[in-house]
Nanobody, 123 residues
Framework: VQLQASGGGLVQAGGSLRLSCTAS?????MGWFRQAPGKEREFVAA????????YYADSVKGRVTISRDNGKNTVDLQMNSLKPEDTAVYFC????????????????????WGHGTLVTVSS
């Protein structure tokens, strides 16, 4: 599975950005992770194709919405009320199969990764 992410950029605090990721084929579980300079990669959000169940990190809950279009094999991440601490490289990830709930935020659950897209939030 090949993943192509886009939509990063520079935005002021309080602003919004929408990231998009296109997969070369349909995958059951898709997620977004991010990695800030000097920090470990962390989970942001995930979505399953069946039922569209969504999952969010506490740090972004209420500000971020993940959605997908199964017909187009795309997953989007709408980010609102952005904060400087949201600055990071954002990665799209996918697992062709279902990921159990307890592992959905674990980056080891995703064998396929796209190149990151940089999001910079200025204060």
């Amino acid at each position: 599975v090949q993943l192509q992410a886009s939509g990063g950029g520079l935005v002021q605090a309080g602003g919004s950005l929408r990231l998009s990721c296109t997969a070369s084929r349909r995958t059951f579980t898709m997620g977004w992770f991010r990695q800030a300079p000097g920090k470990e990669r962390e989970f942001v959000a995930a979505i399953r194709s069946s039922g569209g169940h969504t999952y969010y990190a506490d740090s972004v809950k209420g500000r971020v919405t993940i959605s997908r279009d199964n017909g187009k094999n795309t997953v989007d991440l709408q980010m609102n009320s952005l904060k400087p601490e949201d600055t990071a490289v954002y990665f799209c990830a996918a697992n062709p199969n279902s990921v159990i709930l307890t592992m959905i935020s674990d980056f080891n659950s995703y064998p396929y990764w796209g190149h990151g897209t940089l999001v910079t939030v200025s204060s």
